[in-house]
């Protein structure tokens, strides 16, 4: 099971990284994309039994969010609204940290500069 802490600590750990508000919730951002949103409002109706801040919206390729629906179907939702474009609802209490991780790499994989991302591979983060 992940929070919203975990999910603070995995995304400040990847390079350049940092943290911001979008529509006064936040969000964490490389070169100035988002690719992780925490607390988003509106979730109450479509997640009754979690928090607002138990939600996270995170931004990936669309082959990987179908993958990580896949293979975390509780956890791992792609938005109806804009989940063709990549933003996808993690549930974090649904998650394990090893694989909210993996997510996050993904996420920011998908948004970072080409260069930053051939130093995150080459560094093994």
Not at 6 to 18: F, G, N, S, V, W
Not at 44 to 56: H, K, M, T, V
Not at 80 to 90: E, F, I, K, N, S
Request: a positive charge.
């Amino acid at each position: 099971m992940a929070s919203p802490a975990d999910l603070r600590r995995i995304a400040l750990a990847l390079p350049e990284a940092y943290e911001d508000l979008h529509r006064r919730r936040p969000a964490f951002r490389v070169n100035k994309r988002i690719f992780a949103m925490l607390g988003v409002t509106g979730n109450a109706a479509l997640f009754p039994d979690l928090a607002s801040d138990e939600i996270a919206v995170i931004k990936l390729d669309r082959e990987d969010q179908l993958n990580m629906a896949a293979a975390h179907p509780d956890a791992v939702q792609p938005t109806a609204t804009y989940g063709h474009h990549g933003w996808t609802y993690v549930r974090l209490p649904r998650i394990d940290e090893a694989a909210l991780a993996m997510v996050m790499r993904l996420a920011w994989v998908h948004v970072a500069p080409k260069a930053l991302r051939s130093r995150l591979i080459g560094e093994g983060v």
